[in-house]
Antibody, heavy 121, light 112 residues
Framework: EVQLLESGGGLIQPGGSLRLSCGAS????????MSWVRQAPEKGLEWVSS????????YLTDSVKGRFIISRDNSKNTVYLEMNWLRAEDTAVYFC??????????????WGHGTLVTVSS | DIVMTQSPDSLAVSLGERATINCKSS????????????LTWYQQKPGQPPKLLIY???TRASGVPDRFSGSGSGTDFTLTISSLQAEDVAVYYC?????????FGGGTKVEI
């Protein structure tokens, strides 16, 4: 069974940093592109970042460019989202998502349950 | 950026009746070389992560009941639930995966 487990969320002050992790089980992430999607409280879904299967290509939404970095360690079956210079508007549940295949224009075929990031003083 | 506009924002449907959700993109999502529309539908129930329903506009994901269907091409798409069941109460999102940044519609809340 495909499972994604996010961790690393919490309460952080504005300007602080966090690193989210997404541990995968039931499949080998090296064959799949991966992504992070967030959802602010009582709001809709917002794509944040994607990474190709081999990690060579990464994509970020404009509002996090220069602050967030997506990476992956295929040997650990884990994807990461390093978040720096956090702002109040980054407050959200962050979901890890597995692509349908290795193509970054595929749909997201599986999602984790998310980890909550709260940016507040 | 491609803007995704869903309508309505919410709808109430009786059990067994049809529910129709519309999604419009600001640019065509049809890729001519493979004739695929890069439009995906997700279902999100309260307190749960989204679940893949329909991809490439009309392909049902594994395990999705056949009362769910997707249609449309280019810029106009529709998700139809042919006979609403109680377990279908959720928010439904369309998403374009044609170009970055990937974008979602605002969601449609379906209630009984």
């Amino acid at each position: 069974e495909v499972q994604l487990l996010e961790s690393g969320g919490g309460l952080i002050q504005p300007g602080g940093s966090l690193r989210l992790s997404c541990g995968a089980s039931g499949f080998t992430i090296s064959s799949y592109a991966m992504s992070w999607v967030r959802q602010a409280p009582e709001k809709g879904l917002e794509w944040v970042s994607s990474i190709s299967a081999n990690g060579a290509n990464t994509y970020l939404t404009d509002s996090v460019k220069g602050r967030f970095i997506i990476s992956r360690d295929n040997s650990k079956n884990t994807v990461y989202l390093e978040m720096n210079w956090l702002r109040a508007e980054d407050t959200a549940v962050y979901f890890c998502a597995k692509y349908y295949g290795d193509y970054v224009y595929d749909p997201f075929s599986a999602w984790g349950h998310g980890t909550l990031v709260t940016v507040s003083s | 950026d491609i803007v995704m506009t869903q309508s309505p924002d919410s709808l109430a449907v009786s059990l067994g009746e049809r529910a129709t959700i519309n999604c419009k993109s600001s640019q065509s999502l049809l890729y001519i070389l493979n004739n695929k529309n890069y439009l995906t539908w997700y279902q999100q129930k309260p307190g749960q992560p989204p679940k893949l329903l329909i991809y490439w506009a009309s392909t049902r994901a594994s395990g999705v009941p056949d009362r769910f269907s997707g249609s449309g091409s280019g810029t106009d798409f529709t998700l139809t639930i042919s006979s609403l069941q109680a377990e279908d109460v959720a928010v439904y999102y369309c998403q374009q995966c044609s170009s970055f940044p990937l974008t979602f519609g605002g969601g449609t809340k379906v209630e009984i």
